[in-house]
């Protein structure tokens, strides 16, 4: 049941990118067909989760694969948020395709239903990784808009602002919730291990993507940074959360090794 | 004149382009010290690194990077650059905007601040005891105080993955105060600042040693460890213990992790290379060697991680303060930016 839902995704994503090249293409509106796209699925996963979740008899937070869902589900609810009153292929198209590269990277993680173990039996682990979703959805999105801003051949092309915009109110929003990961992660380690902070790769490679943005912050609001090279650090900025996320968990193991 | 480079070097430490600089270095050294393996033996690093990189790693603290001078160096230069910041900021206008930044760059401070306190005052020790064993704080450098374990157990889910470790715990007249608690994995017992976390396990085998001369010792020794019976002729002891020994197959395997079957395989080893070995019930005993080794009984080891450290409630309150700081001040943003 859950791999015919995963299959569905799948094409799903297979059929947004097919689409939205062709909107590159053509001067056809085809952006209602791109939304309902979308919209599919996010049911599709959705569906997904509620199925592991019932078969697992708990909440689907206890490994890499359950993340890599949830992540995908928040880029999808952030991405329908953030396109509204953007009718731009460019958008959608990376959308597509960031969820493909997540989705091919996750059908290569162990995906069995394992009980929680003990040091993640915590009311912590509902609030970090749900923040965790949100605050990763964020800078997602705002990566995708920063390929949309790089894709604009001219500076000055009418609703740049906009996307900078944009840009700037994800990152806002992904910079507060990354806040309340590292310090719910903390708090949790201090109750479980007894160390709020012992500089585990995942742990650092977050607080490297904390400064990331805290440093374009600083930039924009001293600097006035916008344009291509905001958009540029938006991108290595998301890079290096898809590093913490995957690359940490395959070359560099430590304590969230089950993560 | 003298003041004159002090003055600079303020203004530059106070300047936004050296704070971006400040917190991009901080990350990439951060992200070196994931790279490098931590707090291993010099010679590791020379062995798998070669020798020059090995000598730069070591000579620059790369394997020790978090702990290295220079690193704390840079920590410190942030907390100055934040500072120094803030009191330009307090110059100029005053608005819930600025507040409210103001909060959430000092909170950082005050995260960093408990860390050092924590680093120079905090206390810990690791403590493994078999059931009804107990001991005194003091001797670990705490306040008084008598801590038994009553009891240790293991919940397995039905596939013997572990579920939850728990320790019934007793400690007595810690400052003036009797606890009785239960710990757990997430489930630590608080004492004032004095925290006791559930942080490993083991069997734990009392065994009686008698050697060929008549002299006779009784150990207790933890499972998948070594005791020296001779260190002069490299002569020691080695103990497994099989909590359920399956007796229809040939080998030795444990059918589950309960103490349904337990057994306990001694062996002993000279030189590195095993002269004798056998498999013995609680009961029973061995003649290996000039030894004969009899096993008394076994029990669970808790291990315990004892904890005292104040620095922690600093770093909360730093955590809090940011994260309301940095709330008030978006917040207050968007309230402004839709105004307009």
């Known amino acids: ?259 | 004149m003298a003041k004159k480079p002090l003055q600079q070097i303020t203004t530059t430490l106070a300047s936004m382009s050296s704070a971006i600089y400040i917190l991009v270095i901080i990350g990439a050294i951060s992200a070196l010290g994931t790279l490098i393996p931590q707090g291993q033996a010099p010679d590791f690093y020379m062995q798998h690194y070669g020798g020059l990189t090995g000598r730069i790693i070591t000579v620059l603290s790369l394997h020790r990077l978090y702990q290295a001078w220079w690193f704390l160096a840079m920590l410190l230069l942030l907390c100055l650059s934040i500072l120094l910041c803030a009191v330009k900021r307090l110059r100029r206008t005053r608005s819930v905007l600025i507040f409210s930044s103001l909060i959430m760059h000092l909170a950082i401070i005050l995260v960093l601040g408990g860390a050092a306190w924590s680093l120079g005052y905090g206390h810990s020790a690791n403590i493994e005891l078999a059931e009804g064993q107990s001991v005194s704080l003091a001797e670990f450098g705490f306040a008084p105080g008598q801590l038994t374990l009553d009891r240790f157990q293991i919940d397995y889910y039905p596939d013997y993955q572990p579920r939850q470790y728990s320790s019934l715990l007793s400690l007595q007249g810690y400052q003036g105060q009797d606890y009785h608690q239960e710990i757990a994995v997430n489930h630590p017992l608080k004492a004032g600042y004095l925290k006791i976390y559930q942080s490993s396990w083991g069997w734990m085998m009392q065994i009686t040693t008698q050697a060929a001369d008549g002299q006779s010792k009784s150990i207790a020794l933890p499972d998948r460890s070594e005791y020296w019976l001779d260190q002069s002729r490299h002569l020691k002891l080695q103990a497994i213990f099989v909590p359920d020994l399956d007796e229809t197959r040939p080998g030795i395997n444990s059918l589950s992790p309960l103490p349904r079957n337990p057994h306990v395989l001694i062996a002993l080893v000279e030189h590195d290379r095993v002269i004798g070995m056998n498999l013995l019930r609680a009961g029973e005993s061995a003649q290996l060697g000039e030894y004969k080794f009899s096993l008394d009984g076994f029990s669970y080891y808790s291990g315990l991680n004892v904890k005292e450290d104040r620095g922690v409630y600093l770093v909360f309150t730093g955590f809090f303060l940011l994260l309301a700081g940095m709330l008030v001040r978006y917040l207050a943003e968007n309230m402004v930016r839709k105004a307009a």
Not at chain 1, 51 to 80: D, H, K, M
Not at chain 1, 232 to 237: A, L, N, Q, S, T
Request: proline fraction near 3%.
């Open chain 1, 1 to 259: 049941m859950e791999n015919l839902f995963t299959d569905l995704v799948f094409i799903l994503l297979l059929l947004l990118t097919a689409v939205n090249l062709f909107r590159l293409w053509t001067e056809r509106d085809l952006s209602k067909i791109s939304q309902l796209i979308l919209w599919l699925t996010l049911a599709a996963i959705v569906a997904v989760i509620v199925v592991r979740t019932a078969a697992a008899g708990r909440v689907p937070f206890a490994n890499l694969y359950e993340f890599a869902l949830l992540f995908s589900c928040g880029i999808l609810v952030f991405a329908l948020w953030v396109r509204q009153g953007l009718d731009s292929s460019r958008l959608d198209l990376s959308v597509a395709v960031l969820l493909l590269i997540i989705i091919a990277i996750s059908t290569t993680l162990p995906s069995e239903l394992g009980p929680l173990m003990p040091a993640l039996q915590s009311t912590w682990l509902h609030a970090h990784v749900a923040t965790a979703v949100i605050a990763y959805g964020c800078f997602a999105l705002a990566a995708c808009l920063g390929v949309v801003a790089l894709s604009r051949s001219q500076q000055t092309a009418p609703g740049l602002d906009e996307i900078e915009n944009r840009i700037y109110r994800m990152v806002v929003l992904g910079f507060i919730f990354l806040t309340i990961v590292i310090i719910t992660g903390a708090v949790w380690a201090e109750e479980v291990w007894g160390n709020w902070w012992s500089w585990d790769p995942k742990e650092t490679w977050s607080l490297v993507t904390w400064l990331i943005y805290a440093a374009y912050l600083h930039a924009r609001r001293s600097y006035g940074w916008k344009g291509r090279k905001s958009a540029w650090m938006v991108i290595i900025g998301f890079v290096i959360v898809m590093f913490t996320l995957f690359g940490v968990s395959i070359l560099l193991p430590g304590l969230h090794s089950y993560l």
